[in-house]
């Protein structure tokens, strides 16, 4: 039974960072392209970053450029989210997801598991 477990989320003021994990189990984690992606009330879910099976090639979507990296440790079967210079339209639920492919993806389709989301709010 594939498993995928977001933590870090959490109230943080503009300018403040996080930092997002997700703790993968019952998958070959190692082999797979991992995203994120997030969803604000009243709006679809959108792609922010994703890397492939080595953690050599990462692709973010044009707003978190700069701001956000995309990280994964495959002895520990864990990618993470550093966020820096939060905004409070970057305030939604992020979600983690796993391809079924080695090579990363923006697009939502490809992505064939998916984790519970954790909150990020970024308000003062």
């Known amino acids: 039974q594939v498993q995928l477990v977001e933590s870090g989320g959490g109230l943080v003021q503009p300018g403040g960072s996080l930092r997002l994990s997700c703790a993968a189990s019952g998958l070959t984690f190692g082999s797979r392209a991992m995203g994120w992606f997030r969803q604000a009330p009243g709006k679809e879910r959108e792609f922010v970053a994703t890397?492939?099976?080595?953690?050599?090639?990462?692709y973010y979507v044009d707003s978190v450029k700069g701001r956000f990296a995309i990280s994964r440790d495959n002895a520990k079967n864990t990618v993470y989210l550093q966020m820096n210079s939060l905004k409070p339209e970057d305030t939604a639920v992020y979600y983690c997801?796993?391809?079924?492919?080695?090579?990363?993806?923006?697009?939502?389709?490809?992505?064939?598991?998916w984790g519970q989301g954790t909150q990020v709010t970024v308000s003062s």
């Open positions: 997801a796993a391809t079924m492919r080695a090579i990363p993806t923006w697009n939502k389709d490809q992505y064939a598991y």
């Open positions: 890397i492939n099976w080595s953690g050599l090639n990462t």
